[in-house]
Every structure is written in structure tokens, then in C-alpha cells.
């Protein structure tokens, strides 16, 4: 009966509303052993400069090799460490990492390689975070320059009274900045002017349908444009079809990241990319 349905909807919803309460209380547990455990790992995405046709970047992208769940993406347990404190400690593991990579890859001879580092809200409404960052970049000694914190546009709109002065003492420090996944953020145009970075980061929703889409396309040209006028690099996340990467060079976007040209890789499958340096791209941009 209709009734009998309902029932086993509810039972149904309760099972897996449970399901996911265990989960969320696993992964809290065992987030707190996975650092000292080793079970955190950082992939590499590279980011392909257009105008010279060669990677010069890549973004860390942290995953978390679960021994009996598998790998675990940030998505599922980030917003988890930002409500139960550990994000603090997760960010440093992933910045001293990064840090400690990059270090590697500049003695090998490997050149002109900024690292990104995704950046939690949490950290950037904390006054503690310039010092932890400064503490990472003397304890591996990497270049500050070369590394760049991203800050999503809806994380720096916060509270950005707060977040401009701790922009400006990561600035101090000699990193760079960028703002990511821009245009999903609802940006306050007066802040934005007032943010000391040096890089937009193009949301992938509009990147994937910048061919199909007019409004997409319309939205993707005009950010490039703003973002050149105000002197900041622009790059297109997650762009994965030919068609994209030659649409957005058209545009005069400055760099692309995404399957396209690689999907995030072990720093062991990266660096054997970084040494060859140059990528094909597409014939329309040869
Ligand atoms: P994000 O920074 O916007 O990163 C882009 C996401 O798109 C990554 O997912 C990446 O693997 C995926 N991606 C890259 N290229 C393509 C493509 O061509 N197509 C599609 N469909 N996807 C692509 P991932 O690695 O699962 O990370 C998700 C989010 O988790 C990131 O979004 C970032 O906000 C956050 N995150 C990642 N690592 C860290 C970290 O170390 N710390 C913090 N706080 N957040 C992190
Ligand atoms: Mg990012
Ligand atoms: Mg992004
Ligand atoms: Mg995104």
C-alpha cells in the first residue's frame, strides 16, 4: 500500500541519513590519525601557459589514501576538517609538502615552477595564518615567489574588512595570490579592486560550456578582459576539450589547467612533464 511506501521511503532515509552520520564521524576519527599515519598525498595539476605553449605551474590537489575506503577526494572530508578544527593542521601538511617539493624540483634544474596551494576560508580569517606560512617557507627554504595560495572568490568575500590587511602580510611575505573558481562568488567589484593578488582563476562551470554556451562565452570574455585591465593573469580551470583551449587563447586567457592537457598527477608522473617542459598545443594556436 501507499502507506507500507511511505514507510520504507523513511526507513530508507534513515538508513542512509545514518550512513552518512557514521561516515562523517569515521572520517573525523580517523582524519586526526591520517597525518602522523602518512595517508595524505598531494597530486599535482599542470598549468600550461598559452602564449609560450609550456607548463609553468602546477596546483597541489590533496587526496587522502584511505587503507580500507579508498582514496578519499577533499571534497569529502575538507569541509569535515574546516568544522572540527583540523583544517589547521591539514593546511600545514599540505604547505610544507608543496613547499618541500618544490624545493626539490627548483634544485633538480627544474625552472620556472610555481606551486599552488588551495587555501581554506578557515585559514584566511585566521590571524596565525601568515606566520604558519612564513614558518614553512624557512623550514624547506622554497622560493616565495614561487608559491601561490589560492583563495576561492566566495572565501575571500567573507569578510574581506578582515581579509584584505592578512592579504596584504601574505603579500609582505612574497607569495603570490590568486582567486579562485571567480565568478561563482558573488564579487563585490569594490572589493575585488582592492585585493592584492595577481591572478583570477576562471570557474570551470563557465570554462565548460565557453563553446556551447553564449552566455558562458559572453561571461569568460568579459572576466578576461576585466582581469587585464586590472593587471592580474587569467587562467581557465578544469578546460578539457580542444575546442575550449583554442576559444579561451582567442580570448587572450593567459593560462589553462585541466584534462585537457593532463589530469592531476603523483609528483613521480609530474616531474617526468616538468622535464619535458614544452606541450603540443592545439594546431589552430601553433
Ligand atoms: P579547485 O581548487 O577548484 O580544484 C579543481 C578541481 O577540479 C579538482 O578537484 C581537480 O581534480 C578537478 N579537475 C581538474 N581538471 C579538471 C577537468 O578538466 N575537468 C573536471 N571535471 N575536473 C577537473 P579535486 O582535486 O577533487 O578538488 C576539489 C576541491 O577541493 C578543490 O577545488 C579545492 O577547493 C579543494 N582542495 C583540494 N586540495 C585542497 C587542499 O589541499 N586544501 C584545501 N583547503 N582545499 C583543497
Ligand atoms: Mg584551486
Ligand atoms: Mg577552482
Ligand atoms: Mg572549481
Known sequence: ?????????IQL??????????????????????IKR??????????????????TGVEALLRWQH???????????????????????????VLQEACKQGKTWQESGIEMLQIAVNISAKQINDVAFP?????????????????ELEITESSAMENPDFTIPL?????????????????TGYSNMYYLKSFPVDKLKLDGSFVQEVTTDKCSHAIVSAIITMGQALGLSVI?????????????????????QGFYFSKPLTALECEKLLWKGAVALPKALQ
Open 236 to 256: 581557465a580551470e578544469m578546460t578539457e576539450t580542444e575546442d575550449q583551449v583554442v576559444t579561451l587563447a582567442e580570448q587572450g586567457c593567459d593560462l589553462v
Open 167 to 183: 592579504m596584504h602580510l601574505l603579500k609582505a611575505l612574497g607569495v603570490k595570490l590568486s582567486i579562485d573558481d571567480f565568478g
Open 131 to 147: 606566520s604558519l606560512v612564513s614558518r614553512c617557507l624557512s623550514a624547506t627554504g622554497f622560493d616565495p615567489e614561487r608559491l
Open 13 to 34: 532515509y534513515n538508513a542512509s541519513l545514518r550512513a552518512n552520520i557514521e561516515e562523517r564521524i569515521r572520517i573525523e576519527t580517523e582524519l586526526r590519525q591520517a
Open 38 to 55: 602518512n595517508q595524505l598525498q598531494l597530486y599535482y595539476q599542470p598549468q600550461v601557459d598559452l602564449h609560450r605553449g609550456c607548463v
Open 1 to 9: 500500500s501507499a502507506k507500507a511506501h511511505g514507510c520504507n521511503i
Open 67 to 93: 587503507p580500507e575506503l579508498g582514496t578519499i577526494l577533499p571534497n569529502r572530508f575538507i569541509p569535515i576538517a574546516e568544522d572540527t578544527g583540523l583544517i589547521r593542521q591539514v593546511t600545514e601538511w
